[in-house]
């Protein structure tokens, strides 16, 4: 089974954007981190198999540096407990520190950590599926 952390600065973001690409990943039986602020909507996920809600506190407007260093620590905690095999991050701060975390935690190998959406999606997409043009 691999495990595939989402990193995201929103829990309302997750909800509205991810809900698809989440449900999809558990149903080709994939263990989803969610790694976000706590929030009203995650309640959808909470109960559901295969999916895990961590939250991690993100200033998302803030420019203090040692809250920043406190978001890495615990990103580099999350890793350190659930060892996902894949990182995948939306947004500006998870992406940053998301990436410096992934980094350090898996020294010494090789390692799948990054992980962009477009390559989730399309991972997901059968091949049958038509593709529609814009106009």
């Known amino acids: 089974m691999k495990t595939i952390a989402l990193l995201n600065c929103h829990g309302d973001d997750v909800f509205c954007f991810r809900r698809e690409i ?3 990943l558990v149903e080709k039986g994939c263990r989803v981190i969610l790694s976000c602020p706590e929030h009203s909507r995650l309640d959808y996920f ?3 198999e295969g ?3 961590e939250d991690v506190q993100i200033d998302r ?3 203090n ?4 260093i406190k978001l890495i620590w615990d990103y580099l905690r ?3 407990k659930y060892q996902p095999d894949f990182v995948c991050t939306f947004t500006i701060k998870p992406n940053i520190y998301g990436s410096i975390a992934a980094d350090s935690y898996v020294r010494g190998q090789v390692p799948d950590t990054h992980l962009q959406i477009a390559y989730l999606a ?3 997409i059968p091949r049958s599926m038509p593709v529609s043009r814009w106009s």
């Open 65 to 68: 540096p040692f809250k920043d």
């Open 51 to 53: 999916i895990i809600i």
């Open 78 to 80: 999350l890793f350190k």
């Open 122 to 124: 399309l991972w997901m």
């Open 46 to 48: 909470r109960h559901k």
């Open 61 to 63: 407007r803030g420019t």
């Open 22 to 24: 989440i449900e999809a």
